[in-house]
């Protein structure tokens, strides 16, 4: 058997992977966070799939069920939010496979953040004003943030900063932002993009605070920090689009990098 670590998107059933949908078909026991899940994406699992909600088992309690299914030769969906590779504690949960001699693959899924930015209709990366976006965290009762990581120090690059699993943070963290990025630098937060009951605020470092706390958000939202969110944005053109660049020199099939 095996153990299919699979990125259930943002939470809307029509946003996962072809490869995630026939796992979700085929695997027999299926594991999922109904924290943050669109129960519609269950939908795709087969109707005698063992499912097992994880939101209230620690790491232990979760691998015994995935040996559990090793044992009697089940293959298991392990779904994760967004994609595995961001905040989904695949590190810990694998090591513990390799320890039991667990095979175990990953399939990726749509980002919360990609969700978010595709929501607002914004690219979070513009010529000229940035070009680096940065996937970050806070901590408050949560895992310890490395020292060089401190939210400080990414906001001098003024890049766009995307924030997971800290809305319940806001005001403290644009009150921390504001020195680098300005009280009118753009924010947006968006509360379980894609899913039915999906919310967008948009304000300013200034005022965002004051309209989460309004909505009374304490999970499931992303927080978008930069100058990319500025409302009807004029930039300049990318070079690779450019009118006036040289496309005669590209050799035939080639990517036409310089």
Known sequence: MTVHFIGA??????????????????????????????????????????????????????????????????????????????????????????????????????????AAAALLGTELTVPELVQSVVLTRTQARSTAMPESEALANFAHTRATLVLHLAITRIRTLAAELTADYGPDCPVAVVYRASQPEQLVLRGTLADIADQVEAAELRQAAVILVGRALTPALSCTGSHLYDPGRDRHSVPEGGSGRR
């Open 9 to 114: 998107g943002p939470g809307a059933a029509d946003l996962l992977t072809v490869r995630a949908v026939t796992l979700l078909r085929t695997s027999p026991v299926c594991l999922y966070a109904g924290t943050y899940l669109d129960p519609e994406v269950l939908a795709h699992c087969a109707p005698d799939t063992e499912l097992i909600d994880t939101q209230r088992l620690d790491i232990d309690q979760i691998t015994a069920h995935l040996v559990r299914a090793h044992e009697s030769g089940r293959d298991v969906a392990r779904l994760c939010s967004g994609d595995p590779s961001l905040y989904s504690a695949l590190t810990e949960q694998t090591r513990r496979l390799d320890a039991h001699g667990i095979p175990w693959d990953v399939t990726p899924g749509v980002p919360a953040y990609a």
